[in-house]
């Protein structure tokens, strides 16, 4: 056991030193060598992994562990290696250990931010371990991965190019709420029709992803839907406060947002037991939300722009609709539920059309969105 934690170690080391170089090229705004060394880096992993275990069997675990972080390490080096050569003067010492004190106060924020997290996440699971039992806790874990995973894909994403764009004209009030207005908007439109497909069909979902004795963690999957569309408007805000190098306001208040969490959880539990963990999630964002776009006021003046209230205050409004339709009927709530995410779908593409001259990510997204209703409105003539 104690050899097997030895390579862990290792493995640990493999993962920051590629990560330093994901770093880099998140820095240079290198998006296409991203996802160029996300996919190749996962298929290697995924074929030396399996080859290992099927060699080795049990004794291949390690191996198969060590392969995504020594795969990531190996083509991110192939990956950096090709950019160009940095120009310029040298820079001055003083300058770079004042670069490195915001790293690392920012860095201290991010680590405490996610250990406060993790441990939140811990309480609440002990909670309901202890309140509900076994079979509510793998209910509550199973709408929490589906939840986590979805919405992963946007924020993730879009963050890759989003926050290195921020980081540069932070300083730049005008230019910075356009731009968290733009992504704001971009985030809506790509996650509003999986969010309105999600709460019709959160039971369908669920059964074919686990199975029906899951049943329960459909209730929490709603609840949590509806908190997502909370959290896709305030991810952008959040990112005001990092970009500015607050580092201790971002630790409070995501300290702060876990604890509720786990606070209305822990008032919730008794009273309608399972499901209040998706109402705690919804609280917590209602509570979050306002608090990040006050600081965003605060460091920018930011305010949301027509379009964007707009489309957020329908999307509320139709989630809530399909969410209380489920209490009368699951066929009403998913007839809702795709008819709504099918509309908001067509809407998106135009709008991603009309958005396509903007640059960066929007403008990508944009471009492509617009190719494809080209391309289907050819196919229909």
């Not at 290195?164 to 509003?192: C, F, I, K, M, Y």
């Not at 074919?208 to 839907?225: D, I, K, M, T």
């Not at 379009?307 to 709530?333: G, K, N």
């Not at 509309?343 to 903007?358: K, Q, T, W, Y």
Request: glycine fraction near 12%; charged fraction near 10%; include cysteine.
């Amino acid at each position: 056991m104690s050899g097997a934690i030895g390579w862990l170690a290792i493995g640990v080391a493999l993962t920051v030193a590629s990560g330093s170089q994901g770093a880099l090229l998140n820095g240079l705004r290198r998006t296409g060598d991203l996802a160029r060394l996300s996919v190749t880096s996962g298929l290697l992993s995924t074929l030396l992994g399996v080859v290992a275990l099927w060699l080795w069997g049990e004794r291949g675990l390690v191996a198969f562990v060590l392969a995504g972080p020594a795969a990531s390490l190996i083509l991110g080096h192939w990956y950096v290696s090709r950019l160009p050569a940095a120009d310029g003067p040298p820079t001055p010492v003083r300058v770079i250990a004042a670069q490195w004190k915001t790293l690392a106060g920012v860095g201290f924020a991010f680590m405490v931010s996610g250990v406060v997290v993790t441990i939140g996440h811990l309480v609440v699971r002990t909670l309901v371990q202890r309140e509900m039992g076994a079979s509510a806790l793998g209910q509550f874990q199973a709408a929490w991965a589906i939840a986590m995973t979805y919405i992963g894909f946007v924020l993730g994403a879009m963050g890759t190019d989003y926050f290195p764009r921020l980081t540069g004209v932070v300083h730049d009030h005008v230019a910075a709420n356009r731009l968290v207005n733009e992504q704001s908007e971009v985030a809506l439109l790509l996650a509003g029709p999986v969010f309105l497909a999600m709460l019709g069909l959160a039971p369908w979902v669920i059964e074919l992803l686990y199975s029906s004795e899951f049943g329960p963690a459909a209730a929490v999957l709603r609840w949590q839907v509806l908190g997502d569309v909370l959290k896709v408007v305030s991810w952008p805000l959040g990112y005001i406060i990092l970009a500015a190098g607050d580092g201790r306001t971002f630790m409070l208040v995501e300290s702060f947002a876990i604890a509720t969490f786990a606070g209305f959880t822990w008032i919730g539990l008794p009273l309608i037991g399972v499901e209040a963990t998706g109402v705690a999630f919804l609280g917590m964002y209602l509570l979050y939300l306002p608090l990040v776009y006050w600081q965003a006021w605060r460091r920018t003046g930011f305010a949301w722009e027509r379009t964007v209230l707009r489309l957020f205050c329908a999307l509320v409004l139709l989630a809530s609709l399909v969410l209380l339709s489920a209490a009368w009927s699951q066929w009403l709530a998913a007839g809702l539920g795709v008819a709504a995410a099918s509309a908001l779908s067509i809407i998106g593409l135009v709008r991603l059309g009309h958005m396509a001259n903007l640059g960066g990510a929007v403008g990508r997204i944009a471009s492509s969105s617009r190719q494809v209703m080209l391309k289907l409105r050819a196919w229909y003539e």
